[in-house]
């Protein structure tokens, strides 16, 4: 009985179809959901790769139980224990690849408005084929001419398309921030309660914040040495209580009723991590204290065993993974996408309270037809039009291809870059959060003060 349903299913690998699970017992999916997901996976997989490539215990691991590893490697032409097919620069050929077929998909689907057309059938679909299409691109990273140039050159457009990247994360967090705060704001018009929750998390939030600010004064400052620790400490922790004022004040409040303390409150705590993780990838500093060189501003790791550093790169490797999903297909619903042109009225007013409204976008309730026939039930959400810009999604993920190829390779310390060391120390990666903390705070405060200064474009 399963298996024609299963067959069924299968149709979108080499047609149109849309994807969906074998089993009936699955939750209904969406059809722009499921195409999402889909991309989402394949950018996984590569990304898998990347971080294999990128690790030499998992070179090692895949040597002692690879049968005949050695004469792969020559059938392959990759060199000595497929050197070839290991390191930043086979890193840089399969996320080159990758990048390439978000790019071509973005410029293929520029403009598609509806999905009945051929080229959103073909975005929609044939997942065999673009999955083949995927690897040959990979694939063909290592056939390109002159490596020595190409590395040089793609270096600087992977920094500058993940720097583009990280930019896209923190306007989406300064969206969810307002979002967030006016959704509850509007909840406790009805419901007094929503009042208590909201400054119920204000303070927690705040509390964490200025926990942190304890912490790092205690671990990641010295009297003698860590200057630069001390000085960006002080000025984050001073622009965090500037955008936390100027949220409530009279002539952001005239313009921005709902605004208040819950979004820099939320602000506050992510630049207070981006802050604590810049402080942490600093090189470390020593000083000399009784003949010795005793290492200072480090985090205070009670024991330095190697299972527990594994651990520690595996919840980070984890998190590098979450962040680039999330932001890769939260930014491309219709909401978030309308957020990024920072319109005061992107979010509706009407919009129902609840707590874990950012899953869904108002409006979400389709009455379409599903598909019954066997396996999970898939909602045609999109039989009037698109409900995201297919051009932008893929644009998304092929900046997210550029940030993981930056990031998995240490940024520009690529020579020696291994994805054990992610989270060790260097000046890149330091200077690099610690911007981000200030385009975060740059960021909301536009927001703040921009239907200030042009109130004509804010307004309702």
């Known amino acids: 009985m399963c298996t024609p349903h299963c067959v069924s299913q299968l149709a979108c690998c080499c047609g149109s179809a849309a994807c969906s699970l074998c089993c009936s017992c699955c939750p209904k999916i969406k059809q722009s959901t499921g195409t999402r997901f889909m991309y989402a996976l394949y950018f996984m997989l590569v990304t898998v790769i990347c971080v294999i490539m990128m690790s030499p215990t998992m070179e090692t691991e895949?040597?002692?139980?690879?049968?005949?590893?050695?004469d792969i490697c020559k059938t392959l032409s990759a060199g000595e224990n497929c050197s070839a097919l290991v390191g930043y620069s086979a890193v840089y050929k399969v996320c080159f690849g990758m990048a390439c077929f978000f790019f071509f998909f973005s410029v293929f689907t520029l403009r598609v408005r509806t999905s009945t057309g051929c080229r959103a059938a073909i975005h929609n679909g044939f997942w065999f084929f673009k999955f083949v299409a995927l690897l040959a691109c990979c694939a063909g990273g290592f056939f390109l001419p002159d490596e020595e140039k190409f590395l040089e050159v793609w270096r600087y457009v992977g920094a500058a398309g993940g720097f583009l990247f990280l930019l896209i994360q923190l306007m989406l967090l300064v969206e969810f921030a307002h979002r967030l705060n006016q959704n509850w704001t509007s909840g406790a018009e009805y419901n007094k309660l929503w009042y208590a929750a909201l400054a119920f998390v204000t303070l927690v939030l705040f509390s964490v914040a200025v926990g942190a600010v304890v912490f790092m004064a205690m671990f990641y400052t010295h009297s003698e040495a860590c200057f630069l620790n001390?000085?960006?400490l002080g000025v984050n922790s001073g622009l965090c209580i500037v955008v936390s004022l100027l949220a409530i004040s009279p002539c952001v409040q005239t313009f921005q009723p709902t605004s208040g303390l819950l979004q820099p409150a939320i602000i506050s705590v992510y630049v207070m991590y981006l802050t604590f993780?810049?402080?942490a990838s600093k090189p470390v500093e020593k000083v000399e204290q009784n003949g010795m060189n005793v290492t200072v501003c480090i985090f205070p790791y009670s024991s330095n065993s190697e299972s527990d550093r594994k651990?520690?790169?595996g919840v980070g490797t984890t998190i590098l993974f979450c962040c680039v999903l999330y932001s890769c297909l939260t930014s491309t619903t219709k909401r978030s996408s309308a957020a990024?042109?920072?319109y005061r009225n992107s979010v509706p007013e009407n919009e129902r309270a609840r707590?874990?409204?950012?899953?869904?976008?108002?409006?979400?309730?389709?009455d379409d037809e599903e598909k019954t026939?066997?396996?999970?039930?898939?909602?045609?959400d999109e039989r009037e039009g698109t409900v995201y810009s297919y051009a932008y999604f893929h644009f998304v993920f092929f900046l997210g291809s550029l940030y993981v190829m930056m990031t998995s390779t240490n940024w520009f310390h690529y020579e020696d870059a291994k994805i054990e060391r992610l989270l060790d120390g260097s000046w890149s990666i330091f200077w690099i959060k610690m911007a981000s903390c200030w385009v975060c705070l740059a960021l909301y405060m536009w927001t703040l003060v921009a239907p200030v200064?042009?109130?004509?474009?804010f307004e309702a």
Do not use: T, W
């Open 62 to 70: 895949i040597r002692k139980h690879v049968p005949l590893y050695e």
């Open 230 to 232: 001390k000085i960006f």
């Open 277 to 279: 993780s810049a402080l």
């Open 311 to 313: 651990i520690v790169k």
């Open 340 to 342: 990024l042109r920072v």
């Open 355 to 366: 707590c874990c409204f950012c899953c869904n976008d108002s409006g979400d309730d389709y």
């Open 373 to 380: 026939s066997g396996g999970q039930n898939v909602i045609y």
């Open 453 to 457: 200064l042009f109130p004509k474009r």
